[in-house]
């Protein structure tokens, strides 16, 4: 199985993609607030950690490139 090695900083990216991601998609299912307010913070949220997983994508990936490329030599 391939290692993924992240910085802290990096590790915290991604977790705050996923959560604001996941935090939207909650809020867009609930009924708690009222529905223009719910509907507007869970569209941004959604927005925000669809945009931001590109960023952590390519962070993953280079990571196991790396990874890989340490493997090989040595």
Same mark, same amino acid.
Do not use: C, H, N, Q
């Given at each position: 199985?391939?290692?993924?090695?992240?910085?802290?900083?990096?590790?915290?990216?991604?977790?705050?993609? @996923?959560?604001?991601?996941?935090?939207?998609?909650?809020?867009?299912?609930?009924?708690?607030?009222?529905?223009?307010? @719910?509907?507007?913070?869970? @569209?941004?949220?959604?927005?925000?950690?669809?945009?931001?997983?590109?960023?952590?994508?390519?962070?993953? @990936?280079?990571?196991?490139?790396?990874?890989?490329?340490?493997?090989?030599?040595?």
């Amino acid at each position: 199985m391939d290692e993924i090695v992240l910085s802290t900083p990096k590790f915290g990216f991604i977790v705050a993609t @996923r959560a604001a991601l996941a935090l939207g998609a909650g809020l867009l299912l609930s009924s708690r607030l009222g529905s223009a307010k @719910r509907r507007a913070a869970g @569209r941004a949220l959604v927005a925000v950690g669809a945009v931001s997983t590109i960023p952590a994508l390519m962070l993953i @990936r280079r990571s196991l490139a790396r990874e890989r490329l340490r493997a090989r030599i040595g």
